[in-house]
């Protein structure tokens, strides 16, 4: 299995421009979610979604869109990028169980993330 | 979600036992908690997670207080290789959804 993977893994961009980042998991999972880490902090949730077909808005949505057409694949859209969007961006997967006790349950498995430069 | 606080920064020798406090004083009785840790320029890392019993595993021992206000992670032979920025995390279990912190550096040093 190759876990959650993301592309690209570098990308620089002008401002104005627009992008997608692809994230695809193989491991089934119902919900998938999009972070970004600035320097020195810790992960803030951009959107996330808990099936086919569904998002939902996280902490900070603002300037990005997502889609989740597919199960495996969770799609971040930047459609005019910004320099305040420059940043590291991380996918996750969980499987979505509620009130799960057993090693695995609700953890959330991570991409090797997408560093992103807008000037 | 109940807010953690955690030291900014901890130093531990090789082979010994590093221990990372972690409190959550507000934290529900239905909050469990959760610790990941990141590793340089790497995703974030599921290390383990407990409700209000101690819990082990291959990785690490969560230590929860009778009181469920603080917590600490015990590496129990650290190596280089673990050298990260260690999140405390503070959530429902049903709701899937991770509030990062800015998470203990710790310095593994030989």
């Known amino acids: 299995n190759a876990g959650v993977t993301q592309t690209p893994k570098f990308r620089v961009l002008k401002t104005g421009q627009s992008m997608t980042l692809l994230c695809a998991q193989d491991?089934?999972?119902?919900?998938m979610y999009w972070y970004r880490q600035d320097p020195g902090m810790g992960l803030r949730l951009i959107h996330y979604?808990?099936?086919?077909?569904?998002?939902a808005k996280g902490e900070v949505p603002d300037g990005y869109n997502v889609s989740r057409l597919k199960k495996q694949n969770f799609l971040l859209g930047l459609e005019s990028a910004a320099p305040s969007q420059t940043s590291v961006y991380f996918c996750?997967?969980?499987?979505?169980?509620?009130?799960?006790?057993?090693?695995?349950?609700?953890?959330?498995?991570f991409g090797p993330g997408t560093r992103l430069t807008v000037l | 979600d109940a807010k953690t606080t955690q030291p900014t920064s901890m130093d531990c020798a090789e082979g010994r036992a590093a221990n990372l406090p972690c409190n959550h004083s507000?934290?529900?009785?239905?909050?469990?908690v959760y610790w990941y840790r990141q590793i340089h320029s790497q995703g974030p890392q599921y290390i383990i997670h407990?409700?209000?019993n101690n819990e082990t595993n291959e990785m690490a021992s969560l230590i929860i207080t009778e009181d469920r206000k603080s917590s600490t992670l015990i590496l129990p032979h650290a190596t280089l290789r673990d050298t990260a920025v260690y999140y405390c995390?503070?959530?429902?279990?049903?709701?899937?959804?991770?509030?990062f912190g800015a998470g203990t550096i710790l310095r593994v040093k030989s």
């Open positions: 407990g409700l209000k």
């Open positions: 491991m089934n999972h119902e919900y």
């Open positions: 507000t934290i529900s009785g239905n909050e469990y």
């Open positions: 996750a997967s969980s499987s979505g169980l509620a009130g799960g006790r057993r090693h695995g349950d609700n953890e959330q498995f």
């Open positions: 979604s808990v099936g086919e077909g569904t998002t």
């Open positions: 995390i503070v959530r429902v279990s049903y709701g899937n959804k991770l509030v």
